[in-house]
Nanobody, 114 residues
């Protein structure tokens, strides 16, 4: 019954921002590390950011460091990724994941284009 539902993606211009959200259910969200991944066309899925169960930052992908911010709201079973100063190379489907659980949602598309 694990579900991860990503939302918040869209088409934005370079330099724009989005706030991606992932609502989780089917497990005790507050006890789990959460991560954001992305996959661009023709490329492998890559880890973008991850956060501990208590809200501490584990890591950011080097290419997004300083532009993206991961956060969580345990009261809402939600992990967010604020994506700022977007570049065309950020275009990808973004997924959230609980590494210890291993289930994936459908992802949310971020397209950065003029």
């Amino acid at each position: 019954q694990v579900q991860l539902v990503e939302s918040g993606g869209g088409l934005v211009q370079p330099g724009g921002s989005l706030r991606l959200s992932c609502v989780a259910s089917g497990f005790t969200f507050r006890n789990y590390e959460m991560s954001w991944y992305r996959q661009a066309p023709g490329k492998e899925r890559e880890l973008v950011a991850d956060i501990t169960s208590s809200g501490g930052i584990i890591s950011y992908l080097d290419s997004v460091s300083g532009r993206f911010t991961i956060s969580r709201d345990d009261a809402k079973n939600t992990v967010c990724l604020q994506v700022d100063s977007l570049k065309p190379e950020d275009t990808a489907v973004y997924y959230c994941n609980a590494p210890a659980i291993g289930y994936w949602g459908q992802g949310t598309q971020v397209t950065v284009s003029s």
